[in-house]
């Protein structure tokens, strides 16, 4: 695409551009489409998110390990979350949601987003572990919600202790308030 758009754009202004300038152009218009091909990119004529070549297998082999044990949920996403927490690159997140939605494709729910919500359920909570498993027994939305909130600790604990019954009790619908907090209609205390 990019050799056919800078043939017709050479061709038509040959004569109007000096030698050096139409080089220049084309040595930008082939490392567009490397970097394009390697999944970086080129932002204000600068290269920008070059993948560094990282060594990942042990990760993908914990992450095959955990996929083939009988774990919940909950407990799934939480060790996925230790998994990519534990490496300090910045791409853990998206090469491990990669690598799932490649090696087991029929499986739902690991987008990079997802991937980096679970890294931060584990951060959250990996220091105290009462409350983690606690949020293990309500359901993954439930936690992301109380997780994307603006709450403090304190007030996830307790949010993560109701949630049961207030998402169980039929007719009540949870909501977020502007003020970051949940509430459910006809409750006057929670959303002061």
């Known amino acids: 695409l990019f050799y056919h758009i800078f043939y017709h754009f050479g061709e038509l202004n040959q004569r109007f551009l000096n030698k050096k300038i139409m080089m220049k152009l084309f040595d930008w218009t082939a490392s567009l489409y490397n970097n394009l091909e390697s999944k970086s990119s080129v932002k204000g004529g600068k290269i920008v998110n070059v993948r560094k070549p990282i060594d990942y297998s042990a990760m993908f082999a914990a992450l095959d390990t955990l996929m083939v044990t009988d774990l919940s949920q ?31 494709s029929g499986a739902s729910g ?63 619908r949870m909501t977020l308030t502007p003020l970051g907090r949940m509430c459910w209609p006809g409750a006057r205390d929670c959303c002061g």
């Open 74 to 104: 909950m407990e799934l996403y939480c060790k996925i979350g230790r998994l990519v927490s534990d490496r300090p690159e910045k791409g853990a997140a998206v090469a491990a949601a990669e690598y799932l939605s490649g090696a087991y």
């Open 110 to 172: 690991f987008s990079p987003r997802n991937l980096r919500r679970m890294r931060e359920l584990y951060r959250a909570y990996e220091n105290v572990p009462e409350v983690l498993a606690q949020a293990m027994t309500i359901g993954w939305t439930q936690n992301v919600v109380i997780l994307e909130a603006k709450l403090s600790l304190k007030e996830r604990a307790w949010y993560i202790r109701a949630a049961p019954a207030m998402w169980r009790t039929p007719g009540i």
